[in-house]
């Protein structure tokens, strides 16, 4: 089961990944490195905020821009333990199912949610619930194929299996 | 029930008859990239999965064209960390400096992409090379890692949208200016997921260089590929040049799309995409003679083919760039700077005062050989405008195509290519 509990930090629409990492922070791959420079052409006190404040809600097309995997990688070194977005863009969308930082697209959470309030997130059963304000929010959850590649951890731990299966 | 191209190429690799928009599929790969960026990541992730080889060391290319030559220690470390993992895994396609060109334009010009495939690639612009009728999108270092060591990957099936183009393209308007046109009508995430088909008779008569620029900014609206038909023209460019057989696909008549856009082209004016969103696009004639700039690029994966170098010198030849403008050259391929040679074009960009750079993607993402300062703005042919794009987070970019961007180089602001006197 995985159920996340935190306080909502709030973007906008169309953040995209030369935003959530520059480009000149892409001479390295360590996770803690990027997640020190996480969102901050956007906010510069991202590093600190997201210390209370630990699930991200945004808006549209979460993530668009290049196909850096560094993008998801140093929120999830920032410490932010799910994102919820209006949509995310479609490479964020894959690299995140594949690293497996949990994203859920719920439109009219995002609308409800103010920065700072109490979110419960249900991954498993696809319910956001507002605790600050008792609203709860449903959304589909995700297909099989998809569901098995989080559920063994990420893409890497499911190739593993494939491999070892003879496939 | 008809397919269209994107799910005809997606239901032959893998091995079904017909697949459907929202279908979860395992796809066969022909072709797989990555660079000196998304590979050392991949590298590391390759290894977690403990396979001992890769699926076919010719089916790999990997391309150290972002940071290189190396800007700094740490790019050399990761350039040293793709070129150690070519080396022992035999793959047959890494190109080291001197040899290498910006990935995009390097695999096409190298017959490694070819009508039919499916390709990934971890970078975004991958999408490039439905320009050859092929079905290719970008992926991050993860799918890559998992790709190089099975030969395949998940995808869902894409619905498509169609955009069909007809009339009489005017002087000056180029395939940059049809896909920055097009996603300032849709928006940056209009084609999110989807397939963008580009037809209509103005594609069919567009020259193999403005097809691949309409492709590569197929992820610019937030589309999984771009893709157009195979003709005539693009037959005339793979024939030299294909390294392995390859197959047309044609959308069926009955084909189904989530949406069919049609515009008549003749009133169409070369355009400018104002920071900081590729969608927020203007016709330059409407735009103010008095945004002064300090720097031009022309280059990149999406502009920097022979084709543009050539517009850029036709407009530079004879002028000076502006006392206050930088102006930065790359071509994006070794063999284009040797062609750009040979036909003078280099000449003239010294001669007007221009700084060339050796094929790389440096300035395009703000990562070296041209990086902007705070309050500077630029011009530039490339496909991405966001905030810090090219540089300081209050810098600015402007997109355009590589006439816009030579004019402006010349009169230190933006302005169209007939402000400018073309001396022949
Ligand atoms: S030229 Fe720019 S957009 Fe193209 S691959 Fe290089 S960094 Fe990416």
Known sequence: ?????GFALKYGDNIDTDVIIPARYLNTTDPKELSEHCMEDLDLDFKNKVKEKNILVVGENFGCGSSREHAPIAIKASGVQCIIAKSFARIFYRNAINIGLPILEVPEAVD?????????????????????????????PFPPLIQEIIKKGGLINFAKERIKGGK | MGMTITEKILADHSEKKEVYP?????????FILANDITGPLAIKEFEKIGAEKVFDSERIALIPDHSTPNKDIKSAMQSKMLRDFAKKHNIKYYYEVGRVGIEHALLPEEGLVLPGDCIIGADSHTCTYGALGA???GVGSTDFAYAMATGEIWFKVPESLKFVYYGKLPQWVTGKDLILQTIGYIGVDGARYKAMEFTGEVIRTLPMSDRLTICNMAIEAGAKNGIIEPDEITLEYVKGRAKRDYKFYKSDS???????????????EPVVAFPHLPSNVKPIS?????????QVYIGSCTNGRIEDLRIAAKILKGHKVHPDVRLIVTPATPRIYMEALKEGLIEIFLDAGASITPPSCGPCLGGHLGVLAEGERAV??????????????KSEVYLANPAVAAASAILGR??????????D
């Open chain 2, 286 to 294: 409407s735009i103010s003679k008095d945004i002064y700039i300090d």
């Open chain 2, 380 to 393: 530039a042919t490339t496909n991405r405008n966001f905030v810090g794009r090219m540089g300081h987070p």
């Open chain 1, 112 to 140: 409800k949610i103010n920065e700072g309030d109490e979110i419960e997130v249900d991954f498993d059963n696809g319910i956001v619930k507002n605790i600050s304000t008792g609203e709860i929010f449903k959304t589909f």
């Open chain 1, 1 to 5: 089961m995985m159920v996340f509990r």
């Open chain 2, 22 to 30: 929202g279908e979860l599929i395992f796809a066969k790969l022909d």
């Open chain 2, 135 to 137: 079905f290719s999108t």
């Open chain 2, 254 to 268: 009955d084909a189904n799309y989530k949406e069919i856009y049609e515009w008549d082209v003749s009133k169409w």
């Open chain 2, 414 to 423: 933006i302005a169209a290519p007939w402000e400018v006197e073309v001396k």
